[in-house]
């Protein structure tokens, strides 16, 4: 078993490498799930899967390694895959030793639902395990799809079996995977959309990327407002009911056997957003104002605003971003003006429940910063925090007036992903 | 029960689960290796069933402990029973005992209300424990549970420590609403369960609806997987196609054409945003491709 072990061990090193965190309890794990479940191929990779994949994200990484490592073992050019040569074992890449596995006769259908099935599959009118069971022992699914897959390009059985195409074939089969398998709700597909594009820099954005990233939003969001409400419900906690603790002794016959507490009760928070969507602002701030709205319904009154040079109050209609009034877009930036146009409206826009949340670079074109309206702002709001999609290196470098602003804030946070404007959002509270 | 591979597929199919290959390993080794099974995925995917299927399967007792906001160990793990302790304390004070008398009744298994995480690991055999929607609880909670599943004993400061005869069978499920902690993700199997796929789906219903017309349960599965790809507030559950599948029967649908949708369509959808946007695109839905 010792090639065996090697070959899990430079599998779990794969997967380390594209990204995936694993434990050494976890690599345990998937010795134990391996020496359990067998190393036919299926019930091999779930075992694996279930073992070292703590999320469903990973799981195409998971798939492409599992398909490059265990590759089935190529033919040799010219040889008819015959009944003989059916057998479920791994070479090629790392893989054990082909005397390690099992090997049988084929049966004739694929392995179950999870196997990704040719695009000729034909749905089966019976349930699936009853044929499948045997199979499980004899052949893999992999194998099986192949077989057919080489048994449909050959025709008369003539062609010769390509082993680079049928590896292309299951590299394929393990990326369509979650489109096959999910057919349905597609939630782990869109979970591993969201991932990926959560960790892509504001910077590197294009419009396409800011598509992705409004179209995986909708979990984002999900999982923002559940967590900012936990936080603001939270925050409330913790004060003794004394009136229900008194009752509750009576019962006891006057021991205070049992403190009851005040019902969690959600802070009334009043949310103000500043966002500066000049055009290197522009995709970060529509993302945050978009995922702001979405917990809007967490707070007593929620109000968004976005700023160039002046300020625009900004809503969606039918998921576009509109501007009353509509915003000179090819203005220089002037985060002052906008400070002193705010100020002049404070006691109509901010109170002492209000939480102010700024995105921007605190790029002021060399005009005056005029943070000491940002702080005075502050003395009458609850708190500000700033969100900056700029990475630290390139704060208060040229134009930047950020270290001013930063002084006049309660807290400046790094968003230059999806996942820290996510972060920064529910600090809110 | 004998714990194999082909075991477990064949129990799950007895509890009529229909399953796929995924789910019965993570089932299997989350049995053989005796490791708690974390399920995540969508509401209404059927990651509860699972903990079912498994009782089922084992003829054992499950356990369900059903995790919210605020819950805290004294709800899942035991407390004392407060008025049988007062009780006894005051009929043994009229009787003339010594407190040391006293206190050894008062604190024995006798006046312990055993919450659910107790009953499971004082069973005196193997038990199913469910742990539904931990993602509802507190970090606080869930990182106690960490060292109720690593031991599977626990300290009553009173009575010593309580260690499970038989390792119960844990089961854990997480809708996301909150990302789990990493060490709470290591120490346990991960399965992730989502909405099934069209033919998946058809043979669920065709199983637990029987009476519904075969081209008709083929229709009902074919739709329900079109309407959950559109964005909704909530996709319509497993259940609520089985809920909208026994209503097509009652109701005597022969035929699931746009009109027989639009009536029926509140079985499945729960907020009107969602009926709203999915009646828009009936006649799409309704209309079987070639």
């Known amino acids: 078993m010792s090639g065996l072990r090697a070959a899990l061990l430079d599998f779990i090193a794969d997967l380390r490498t594209a990204g995936v965190r694993i434990s050494i309890a976890e690599s345990l794990d998937a010795m134990h799930a391996v020496a359990a479940a067998g190393i036919e191929r299926v019930p091999m990779r779930e075992a694996l899967a279930a073992a070292l994949i703590k999320d469903e994200a990973d799981r195409p990484i998971f798939d492409e390694i599992f398909i490059r490592r265990f590759a089935p073992p190529p033919l040799p050019a010219g040889a008819r895959r015959g009944p003989a040569r059916r057998s479920g074992t791994f070479g090629a890449a790392g893989g054990p030793n082909p005397s390690e596995s099992a090997s049988g006769a084929k049966t004739a259908s694929p392995e179950s639902e999870n196997e990704p099935a040719p695009a000729t599959r034909q749905p089966q009118a019976t349930d699936s395990r009853a044929k499948a069971s045997p199979s499980r022992n004899s052949l893999d699914g992999a194998s099986a799809e192949r077989d057919s897959e080489l048994a449909a390009r050959s025709g008369d059985g003539s062609s010769e079996y390509d082993p680079a195409s049928a590896r292309e074939s299951d590299l394929k089969r393990s990326y369509d995977a979650p489109s096959h398998d999910l057919a349905g709700g597609s939630e782990a597909a869109r979970a591993a959309a969201l991932r990926a594009i959560e960790q892509t820099p504001f910077s590197r954005y294009s419009d396409l990327e800011y598509e992705t990233a409004r179209d995986a939003l909708a979990i984002l969001k999900r999982r923002f407002r559940a967590r900012l409400a936990r936080r603001l419900k939270l925050a409330a906690a913790g004060r003794i009911d004394l009136r229900r603790t008194l009752r509750a002794a009576i019962q006891h016959g006057g021991s205070l056997g049992e403190l009851r507490f005040r019902a969690r009760r959600p802070r009334h928070l009043e949310l103000l957003i500043l966002a500066d969507i000049s055009g290197s602002m522009k995709y970060a701030s529509a993302l945050m104002l978009k995922l702001a709205a979405g917990a809007a319904g967490a707070f007593r009154r929620a109000r968004s605003f976005v700023y160039i040079d002046r300020l625009a109050e900004a809503g969606f209609e039918h998921g576009r971003l509109v501007m009353t009034p509509p915003l000179d877009l090819y203005a220089r930036s002037d985060f002052g003006r906008v400070l002193a146009e705010l100020t002049a409206r404070r006691a109509e826009l901010i109170s002492r429940a209000t939480v102010i949340v700024i995105m921007g670079d605190g790029r002021n074109n060399r005009r005056p910063a005029r943070a000491n309206l940002l702080r005075d702002l502050g003395l009458h709001a609850r708190s500000i925090l700033w969100l900056n999609p700029e990475a630290p290196e390139r704060w208060n470098t040229g134009d930047s007036a950020i270290g001013q602003y930063a002084r006049a804030v309660d807290a400046m946070l790094l968003a230059r992903n999806l996942r820290e404007v996510e972060e920064g959002l529910s600090r809110i509270g | ?290």
């Open chain 2, 1 to 290: 029960m004998d714990i194999t591979l082909e075991s477990v597929a064949a129990g799950m199919r007895q509890a009529r689960y229909i399953t796929n290959q995924r789910v019965e390993t993570a089932v299997f080794l989350a049995l053989a290796l005796g490791k708690p099974l974390l399920i995540e995925g969508p509401a209404g995917a059927g990651k509860t069933e699972v903990a079912k299927v498994i009782a089922a399967m084992l003829g054992t007792e499950l356990i369900r402990l059903q995790c919210y906001e605020g819950l805290d160990e004294a709800r899942a793990l035991y407390e004392w029973n407060y008025q049988k302790q007062l009780l006894r304390l005051q009929a043994d004070e009229a009787s003339g005992q010594r407190w040391e008398e006293i206190s050894e009744h008062l604190f024995s298994r006798a006046y312990l209300l055993e919450r659910p995480l107790l009953r499971a690991i004082s069973a005196p055999r193997k038990v199913v424990l469910l742990i539904d929607e931990i993602d509802k609880a507190d970090e606080e909670f869930e990182a106690f549970l960490l060292e109720i599943l690593s031991d599977f004993q626990v300290s009553v400061p009173e009575l010593g420590t309580l260690k499970a005869h038989e390792r119960p069978v844990v089961v854990l499920t997480s809708n996301r609403a909150r990302e789990l902690s990493e060490a709470l993700r290591r120490r346990c199997l991960h399965l992730f369960i989502d909405f099934p796929g069209i033919e998946q789906e058809r043979r669920i219903i065709e199983l637990k609806v029987p009476d519904l017309d075969a081209r008709l349960a083929a229709d009902a599965a074919r739709i329900v997987n079109a309407i959950r790809k559109l964005e909704l507030k909530k996709a319509p559950s497993i259940a609520e196609t089985l809920d909208w599948a026994r209503a097509l029967v009652r109701l005597g649908v022969k035929e699931l054409d746009t009109p027989a949708l639009r009536v029926t369509l509140g079985l499945l959808l729960k907020h009107e945003e969602d009926r709203e946007r999915v009646e828009a695109k009936s006649s799409a839905l309704a209309a079987r491709p070639r």
